[in-house]
């Protein structure tokens, strides 16, 4: 009774063992009364053991590998050797965020593999096999794409897997076996609802939020808008623009900085950064002053403070996101049986020149 958790799973890994060496096969049913646990419990053991080489699933139980159960597998795995990190994007955002899971990595003797999908891939699985079967991945930090039909598939497979994974910016997801998702989040409601304070501070009344397509983050960023400016005491406003991008962000954005004038907005939050710096090229060149005619935040903070002015920007906290990734990975490893933690991070604020008090737009 005085064992840990992490003993008791050690434990009941080594009873398997035996099983298996003894009689070549083991039944979940009779796992279960043998050591009275749950056959979820005993499915997910299976799942990681068959990971790890130690046996191979079968309908309703398990059977030792071909030659045997290698003496070299007879532990359970406790550490992790190499890491594979799949984000949609591997230039904006992310790299910080693999900065962070590369920092634990490195100081756990892990190493890391990187691949980049997009927000447009359908199905990441294929890529998520290539990187298990060909580079002997044996854990995941991974932000799937959440647009797709195939989005819950993807986070069935990781299961499916039985290797230790974590959903990096993503809201962990119930599969059909009842096991939720480990995660780690930026709280981008409390970034949003964080700027439209400091408009209000600043003593905006009449304030906007400007974002592109629908996103994950963005999802969040307008989640927290609204109360945030209704907890702030301010009159808020939505916008649609173009990504920057495009040909047609010019004419979006033109479209938006009349409505500005004409609904009195005198202070903004834009998302992301290069929408923000463009936007302002925009109100610059219309003969405005930022903060002068009107304030402006941007969210991400990855190129924000290259602005002239600099911008006010919501940073999320990206390098210890990735840090906080591997680390549930290390926890997972140690006690297979705790319950599913997600970790939530709170953005920061770096009040730069593009923020004062209102003016007027004329």
């Known amino acids: 009774m005085n064992e840990s958790i992490a003993q008791l799973a050690a434990s009941r890994r080594q009873a398997i063992l035996r099983t298996l060496s003894e009689h070549g096969s083991v039944r979940i049913a009779s796992l279960a009364d043998e050591l009275g646990v749950t056959p979820v419990t005993l499915r997910r053991d299976l799942q990681q053991m068959e990971a790890q080489g130690l046996l191979v699933r079968v309908h309703g139980g ?32 992310w790299p910080s965020v693999l900065a962070g899971v590369e920092e634990r990595a490195n100081a756990h003797g892990a190493r890391v593999l990187l691949r980049g999908a997009s927000y447009e891939l359908q199905d990441e699985r294929p890529v998520l096999e290539r990187m298990v079967n060909r580079d002997g991945v044996d854990a995941f930090v991974v932000a799937p794409n959440t647009n797709t039909p195939h989005a819950g598939d993807v986070v069935e497979w990781l299961y499916d897997t039985g290797l230790p994974f974590v959903l990096a910016e993503r809201d962990a997801v119930m599969p059909t076996d009842g096991m939720p998702a480990e995660s780690v989040t930026t709280d981008h409601a409390l970034g949003a609802a964080m700027a439209a304070h400091h408009l209000a501070e600043l003593g905006h009344r009449r304030v906007g939020l400007i974002r592109t397509e629908d996103s994950p983050t963005s999802r969040k960023i307008v989640a927290g808008w609204g109360p945030g400016c209704e907890s702030a005491g301010v009159a808020s406003h939505q916008y649609l623009v173009a990504d920057h991008r495009t040909p047609s ?4 954005a033109a479209g ?20 923000a710096l463009a936007f302002v090229d925009l109100v610059l060149a219309r003969g405005l002053s930022v903060p002068g005619d009107l304030s402006v935040i941007a969210y991400d903070d990855e190129t924000a403070h290259l602005g002239s002015p600099a ?28 319950a599913a933690h997600r970790v939530t991070l709170s953005p920061s604020i770096n009040r730069r020149a593009s923020t004062a008090a209102p003016g007027r737009m004329s």
Do not use: C, K, M, N
């Open 62 to 93: 398990a059977v030792a590998p071909e030659g045997g159960i290698p003496p070299s597998l007879e532990q359970p795995r406790t550490t992790i050797q190499s890491v594979g990190v799949l984000v949609p994007s591997l230039s904006y955002y």
């Open 249 to 252: 962000f010019i004419e979006s």
């Open 256 to 275: 938006v900085l009349d409505r500005l004038r004409d609904d009195g907005v005198t202070g903004l939050l834009v998302h992301a950064d290069p929408e």
């Open 311 to 338: 911008l006010t920007a919501i940073r999320p906290p990206r390098a210890e996101l990735g840090r906080a990734a591997f680390d549930l990975l290390l926890g997972r490893l140690a006690d297979p049986d705790r």
